[in-house]
């Protein structure tokens, strides 16, 4: 299937409405996603990044049913992660010296995944590239999410390939963001940014600043994943400056997971001090045992605050609750503020293990958390409220 875009723009890309788990089960796809692939048409034609490797076969019989092969005179690897890049050695079995151009780490990269020496063509920011009457300017987007990221921008149509950055996964008959539901789609753009480009922020700035100062009018952003944006396209950059920008909501979440029910018992008497004390404040309760990871990993990124919990188990903390907190550690989220809770039969390490743990996660502590023993009774669960309160009095203050 083939879509036109413009006037010289083609999608010719892939919509996988079946995937449920991508980058190896470490981010979940509810609304499955696309791999977006684009054929630019001019007196020359190129062919901008290709598809998963899965669907290398179909891509390539598709795309021969949309062009001719020998007239793709250059090809664009905006990025070589598989799931862009994937198609890329089944196409070169049939146009093997047509030239690639990408960055030099895309190169690189390109070479360790498939180990064959094409004809590749290093480019940096601000080379460009004639089609005839239209240009494809280069813009390197280094660690937007890999070291090999570019851009690339089509003149007189007024394009930005952005390949990562500004997408979801997010399958859909439909192509453009002014034709979807667009709760459904922030939904999956703010879950895409906060797990995959949260810990690159900085470079998020310091690129989104590069281009804007590039004076370049913009009509279309065309993702690698997802819909595009056409309608007031740069909607999507200035959510990205908000989000790079040690994003958040006025939101607590509270992360946990529970053997007997004491510490979920902790958790919801927590949450209900918190309430008490801050009507204003959305309050969410994530058991981590039962959810999924990237949507609770969503929330903490909105929060301003994050309350973690766990028994304690062989002196230790539930390996749920342990597997979350490294992946925030892992994420870099900035400005926000935590605290520990959790309950225990006797030895009873888990909230000094948590505490040390966010720690750990850049996160400024409120104080060294709430433990109680076995399923909480009344007294304890007051404790939890009057807890709840206090913590939120402390978060508040400091805004």
């Given at each position: 299937?083939?879509?036109?875009?413009?006037?010289?723009?083609?999608?010719?890309?892939?919509?996988?409405?079946?995937?449920?788990?991508?980058?190896?089960?470490?981010?979940?796809?509810?609304?499955?996603?696309?791999?977006?692939?684009?054929?630019?048409?001019?007196?020359?034609?190129?062919?901008?990044?290709?598809?998963?490797?899965?669907?290398?076969?179909?891509?390539?019989?598709?795309?021969?049913?949309?062009?001719?092969?020998?007239?793709?005179?250059?090809?664009?690897?905006?990025?070589?992660?598989?799931?862009?890049?994937?198609?890329?050695?089944?196409?070169?079995?049939?146009?093997?010296?047509?030239?690639?151009?990408?960055?030099?780490?895309?190169?690189?990269?390109?070479?360790?995944?498939?180990?064959?020496?094409?004809?590749?063509?290093?480019?940096?920011?601000?080379?460009?590239?004639?089609?005839?009457?239209?240009?494809?300017?280069?813009?390197?987007?280094?660690?937007?999410?890999?070291?090999?990221?570019?851009?690339?921008?089509?003149?007189?149509?007024?394009?930005?390939?952005?390949?990562?950055?500004?997408?979801?996964?997010?399958?859909?008959?439909?192509?453009?963001?002014?034709?979807?539901?667009?709760?459904?789609?922030?939904?999956?753009?703010?879950?895409?940014?906060?797990?995959?480009?949260?810990?690159?922020?900085?470079?998020?700035?310091?690129?989104?600043?590069?281009?804007?100062?590039?004076?370049?009018p913009l009509s279309m952003i065309c993702t690698s994943h997802g819909i595009l944006w056409r309608d007031n396209p740069l909607q999507i950059v200035e959510k990205y400056m908000e989000w790079a920008g040690d994003y958040q909501e006025n939101?607590?979440?509270?992360?946990?997971?529970?053997?007997?029910?004491?510490?979920?018992?902790?958790?919801?008497?927590?949450?209900?001090?918190?309430?008490?004390?801050?009507?204003?404040?959305?309050?969410?309760?994530?058991?981590?045992?039962?959810?999924?990871?990237?949507?609770?990993?969503?929330?903490?990124?909105?929060?301003?605050?994050?309350?973690?919990?766990?028994?304690?188990?062989?002196?230790?903390?539930?390996?749920?609750?342990?597997?979350?907190?490294?992946?925030?550690?892992?994420?870099?989220?900035?400005?926000?503020?935590?605290?520990?809770?959790?309950?225990?039969?006797?030895?009873?390490?888990?909230?000094?293990?948590?505490?040390?743990?966010?720690?750990?996660?850049?996160?400024?502590?409120?104080?060294?958390?709430?433990?109680?023993?076995?399923?909480?009774?009344?007294?304890?669960?007051?404790?939890?409220?009057?807890?709840?309160?206090?913590?939120?009095?402390?978060?508040?203050?400091?805004?």
């Open positions: 299937m083939s879509i036109k875009l413009s006037p010289s723009v083609t999608w010719v890309g892939k919509k996988d409405w079946e995937l449920r788990e991508f980058h190896g089960m470490e981010y979940s796809t509810h609304r499955g996603s696309s791999y977006n692939s684009y054929l630019v048409r001019d007196e020359k034609v190129a062919l901008i990044d290709t598809v998963w490797l899965p669907f290398a076969d179909e891509f390539v019989k598709n795309l021969k049913k949309e062009i001719d092969l020998s007239e793709i005179d250059y090809i664009i690897a905006n990025h070589a992660e598989v799931d862009h890049s994937g198609a890329l050695p089944e196409l070169m079995k049939e146009i093997p010296d047509t030239p690639i151009y990408c960055t030099r780490n895309g190169v690189r990269s390109l070479k360790g995944h498939y180990h064959q020496d094409w004809n590749f063509v290093e480019v940096k920011t601000g080379d460009r590239l004639s089609l005839g009457k239209k240009e494809l300017i280069f813009i390197e987007a280094r660690m937007l999410h890999w070291p090999d990221s570019m851009f690339c921008y089509l003149t007189e149509e007024q394009i930005l390939f952005s390949n990562d950055a500004f997408g979801q996964h997010y399958a859909t008959e439909f192509m453009f963001n002014d034709q979807v539901d667009q709760a459904e789609l922030y939904q999956e753009a703010i879950k895409y940014y906060a797990n995959i480009l949260t810990p690159f922020s900085s470079f998020v700035e310091k690129k989104i600043n590069e281009f804007v100062s590039l004076n370049l939101q607590i979440t509270l992360i946990y997971d529970t053997m007997w029910n004491g510490t979920r018992r902790m958790a919801e008497a927590i949450a209900s001090g918190i309430r008490a004390a801050d009507p204003e404040v959305t309050v969410k309760l994530c058991n981590i045992g039962r959810s999924d990871k990237n949507d609770v990993i969503t929330e903490v990124f909105k929060s301003k605050a994050v309350l973690v919990g766990s028994p304690t188990i062989n002196k230790g903390i539930l390996t749920a609750v342990a597997a979350i907190l490294e992946e925030i550690r892992g994420l870099e989220f900035k400005n926000k503020k935590a605290a520990a809770f959790g309950s225990y039969g006797w030895s009873g390490e888990s909230v000094k293990m948590i505490t040390g743990l966010l720690k750990e996660c850049g996160m400024e502590l409120i104080d060294d958390g709430i433990r109680v023993m076995w399923n909480p009774d009344a007294d304890s669960i007051a404790k939890c409220v009057e807890y709840g309160k206090q913590a939120a009095a402390a978060v508040s203050k400091t805004e």
